[in-house]
């Protein structure tokens, strides 16, 4: 999947209504065309979304000819679960995942795993490998830490024991800070994490929004970044195109920089990845995706 040019993914989220399910093919119509290595699906809180999030990677799969990725989540899941949701994901022609841990459920400030499930990425890592070898699977890397463990280097630590078990790639969380994925970056290859190491990049269309999800995340905002945004607006066009503006450099400076890909949350609207990627049109191999799917 990642070669000696970059590449491009994105990713999507079940929409709940039939409304959102026909936006959401409006703007992967275009948004394929620009040939993303693949196109991933989240597995929603809790598992909430299971089911959808299997149907929809594999339409997505057909409809588009892409390499449809859904994500997992251990949450609340037991080994059964987990086997079945591989078989599922098999039978539905699925050939990569993204597997995860996941979040505590809402209201709740730790992790805590069900009887028969997994405390950590790590174990079901190996436990889906121990059950498959049809599937590649990406895991989750956070360039600033992980909310629950500051520690960059034990965090990177944690990471590689998922590296070890079996992922072949390691896409991060969202961040505006270049300097702490460059950091991120380097303690990965000290600690001999040895496959792409793939930024995630969320646009800011709305600055409200972000700043909710930051304060969770704990992925912090350039005083810069901040003062652009805030001239405009909250949500307006003035303040999406600073926003869009801002991502195109944070983009065009990780290539520059060697990056192997860019995974784009895409938050179901296509609008600010296209702009991103028409600008940065000349680093991407745009051969469509040679699709394990
Ligand atoms: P882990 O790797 O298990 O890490 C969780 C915490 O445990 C970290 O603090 C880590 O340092 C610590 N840790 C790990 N191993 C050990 C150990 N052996 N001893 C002590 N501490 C340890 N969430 C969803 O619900 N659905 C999605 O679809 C989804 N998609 C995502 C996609 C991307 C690209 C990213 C970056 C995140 C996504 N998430 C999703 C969020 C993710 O579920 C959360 O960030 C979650 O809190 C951690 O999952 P993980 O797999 O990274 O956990």
Not at 15 to 39: C, D, I, M, R
Not at 46 to 55: A, F, M, P, Q
Not at 107 to 129: I, K, M, N, Q, W
């Amino acid at each position: 999947m990642y070669g000696a040019r970059p590449v491009f993914s994105v990713e999507t989220f079940p929409p709940k209504t039939e409304h959102g399910v026909h936006n959401l093919y409006a703007e992967l119509t275009y948004l394929t065309q620009h040939h993303p290595v693949f196109v991933s699906v989240t597995y929603g809180a809790g598992g909430s979304t299971r089911n959808k999030t299997l149907e929809l990677a594999r339409e997505i799969g057909q409809r588009f000819g892409v390499t449809a990725v859904p994500h997992f989540t251990s949450v609340g899941a037991t080994r059964a679960d987990v086997r079945q949701y591989i078989a599922d994901a098999l039978a539905g022609d699925a050939r990569n995942m993204v597997v995860l841990r996941g979040d505590p459920p809402k209201g709740e400030t730790a992790y805590t795993p069900p009887p028969d499930g997994f405390r950590y990425g790590s174990e079901l890592v190996e436990y889906v490998r121990s059950i498959t070898g049809e599937l590649d699977l990406a895991v989750a890397g956070y360039p600033e830490g992980h909310v629950e463990c500051r520690d960059l280097w034990q965090d990177v630590q944690h990471l590689k024991r998922k590296v070890d078990a079996g992922a072949s790639v390691v896409l991060t969380q969202l961040f505006y800070d270049n300097p702490a994925f460059f950091r991120f970056r380097d303690e990965t290859e000290r600690a001999g994490i040895g496959v792409p190491v793939v930024p995630g990049i969320m646009p800011i269309t709305k600055f409200s929004q972000i700043q909710r999800m930051t304060a969770l995340s704990g992925a912090a905002i350039p005083d810069s970044l901040s003062a652009s945004l805030l001239k405009h607006e909250d949500g307006s066009p003035d303040q999406a195109k600073a926003g869009i503006e801002f991502a195109i450099e944070q983009c065009r400076e990780l290539l520059d920089a060697g990056v192997p890909g860019l995974h784009i949350f895409t938050l179901n609207s296509g609008h600010a990845t296209s702009q991103i990627i028409h600008a940065l049109h000349d680093y991407f191999d745009d051969e469509p995706a040679a699709s394990s799917q």
